[in-house]
């Protein structure tokens, strides 16, 4: 009873608030920031559906508040309650379209410091919406995100080895969209590759995955290529090997990779593009790091002469087990 009568004075003074021509929200919303992260489940549901209200009623006059929203959202996204939850979902599609659509200049570092901590929660729920969030602010103002890449990139890249694969799915999108800028193109290729050099068993259960995801977001040339450049500067010809493995097969194979292929396939013909060549050519330099994958390419690109001076290079060589 005492609950319920305390639930209508609420939904009462609410409606005061609705009609109300002046409101502070300030006070208001430290308020209820602090009760969403209550243990009491009526305190918390009350004050994500109130803070609801607020962003109906105040939008962009709350952009000081943006990061300690979403400081709730994050708490509340995953919350063992299904009524919290779903109010929280809700609350967070509220606040991502207003931060989208917010024109007026706002700091980003408390909104970035909130979504990268959130990405080492237990919570698959809550890693997901920190990603969607991330990949929305970048989508917004790339400038200003791509300033704060030192801090994020590590991030990121930690959440490689999430063990749920859709969290990695994101987390790729997330780097491919960050990827569209050719120097942190160039970052992330080259980030990933030293990630795979000091984990072997991420690049034997996720390499996979994250090159063939990459090649379906962006131009599966410019990875390959910029891959290849970058393992020509690596000293540790074993990583080599099995990145060169990991990699052919997927040319060989992957849906995603039918244009590399297809240029490839004209590389022996008279009237090929000097573009194509000179792919292959940088493809060929990284690839004799690993025999079979080089005759592979070789077959691949139609390349029969060479295909066949390989093969009397290998009849000259000592086979060990």
Not at 29 to 39: E, F, G, P, Y
Not at 119 to 128: A, G, I, N, P
Not at 151 to 161: C, E, F, G, R
Request: aromatic letters at 6%; glycine letters at 2%; proline letters at 2%.
């Amino acid at each position: 009873e005492i609950k319920k009568a305390a639930d209508n004075a609420l939904l009462e003074f609410l409606k005061e608030i609705k009609e109300a021509e002046v409101v502070e929200f300030g006070p208001m919303v430290t308020i209820l920031v602090a009760q969403s992260h209550s243990k009491e489940n009526f305190n918390r549901l009350t004050a994500i559906n109130w803070l609801i209200e607020f962003i109906i009623l105040g939008g962009k006059k709350l952009l000081i508040f943006y990061s300690n929203i979403l400081s709730s959202i994050m708490y509340c996204i995953s919350d063992t309650d299904a009524d919290i939850q779903a109010a929280a979902k809700k609350i967070n599609q509220h606040l991502l379209n207003l931060v989208k659509q917010t024109d007026e200049y706002f700091d980003l570092i408390p909104l970035l410091n909130i979504l990268t901590l959130e990405l080492l929660s237990e919570f698959v729920t809550t890693r997901m919406t920190s990603l969607q969030w991330i990949n929305m602010l970048h989508e917004k103002n790339s400038i200003e995100m791509n300033k704060s890449i030192s801090d994020l990139l590590p991030a990121l890249l930690k959440t490689i080895s999430d063990p749920a694969d859709e969290v990695v799915l994101m987390n790729l999108q997330v780097l491919a969209r960050i990827s569209l800028d050719e120097v942190q193109f160039q970052l992330v290729l080259n980030s990933l590759i030293q990630l795979f050099l000091e984990d072997r068993n991420l690049l034997e259960t996720r390499g996979a995955l994250v090159i063939r995801k990459l090649c379906s977001l962006l131009n599966c040339r410019s990875i390959y290529i910029s891959i290849a450049t970058i393992l020509s500067d690596k000293n540790d010809l074993e990583f080599i090997s099995l990145m060169v493995q990991t990699l052919n097969l997927i040319l060989l194979t992957a849906p995603e990779l039918t244009p590399l292929r297809k240029s490839l396939k004209e590389v022996a013909i008279t009237n090929s593009s000097k573009e194509d060549r000179e792919m292959f050519i940088k493809l060929f330099q990284c690839w004799v790091h690993n025999p079979i994958a080089t005759f592979s390419l070789c077959l691949l690109s139609q390349t029969y002469d060479l295909s066949m001076k390989l093969i009397h290079k290998f009849s000259n060589l000592n086979i060990t087990v």
